[in-house]
């Protein structure tokens, strides 16, 4: 799940941003000034940042630029109402990745985000697990973890149904001899390995749970 940071001190926009991308899959968190975003610039990793300018405190050219000089390439995009051509440049020369005009049609702003997210595409990330689907790869905290194949499907089923219920018999789909009890074998392994808290919805299947 991608993670996304909104600076946006306009409370029905922020709102509505929220709901629209986790609509969408993504997790956003939210912050209303400059300091705010900067606080959780800190304490977050994030794979897109969504700026607004005029916003309290640190603005968001400022915001964008202290990150740029710390080493920070989080892509970032400007949605504001400033349409100058000072404007613009200051957002470039700042280190924005797209600069977008209120008021904005919002697919066209999903099409933006999901083109510049592309070539992470094969990467599911969830607390300290990264997934690259392309080379089948696991990483926990950066460390590569071994598993046999059929609990690395098992896994990726469940990072793509994260706070879901995944039945029994779509997971007996990806083993060679399902049963009830080499099922719980291959969760109580994933489990183990990843710290993972997975539910089991007796007689129906299993969730993992949103972070």
Request: aromatic share 10%.
């Amino acid at each position: 799940m991608y993670k996304v940071l909104v600076l946006e001190d306009d409370t029905i926009l922020s709102n509505t941003l929220k709901e629209l991308l986790e609509m969408e899959g993504y997790e956003v968190l939210r912050a209303k000034n400059g300091n705010q975003a900067l606080e959780l610039s800190f304490e977050n990793s994030f794979d897109l940042m969504l700026l607004d300018v005029n916003v309290p405190y640190i603005n968001g050219f400022d915001f964008l630029k202290e990150l740029r000089e710390s080493g920070d390439e989080t892509p970032a995009f400007f949605i504001t109402a400033l349409i100058d051509k000072n404007s613009f440049s200051r957002g470039f020369d700042a280190g924005c990745d797209d600069y977008i005009k209120k008021p904005f049609d919002f697919d066209e702003l999903l099409i933006r985000i999901n083109a510049k997210l592309k070539i992470k595409s094969h990467l599911i990330k969830y607390k300290d697990i990264e997934y690259n689907v392309k080379e089948n790869i696991v990483r926990k905290n950066g460390t590569a973890i071994e598993l046999q194949q059929v609990d690395k499907q098992i896994l990726l089923c469940f990072l793509k149904n994260i706070g879901k219920i995944v039945d029994k018999d779509s997971l007996f789909e990806l083993m060679d001899k399902p049963t009830d009890t080499a099922l719980r074998v291959h969760i109580s392994k994933i489990k183990k390995s990843f710290a993972l808290d997975i539910t089991n919805i007796r007689g129906i299947g299993y969730k993992l749970e949103k972070i």
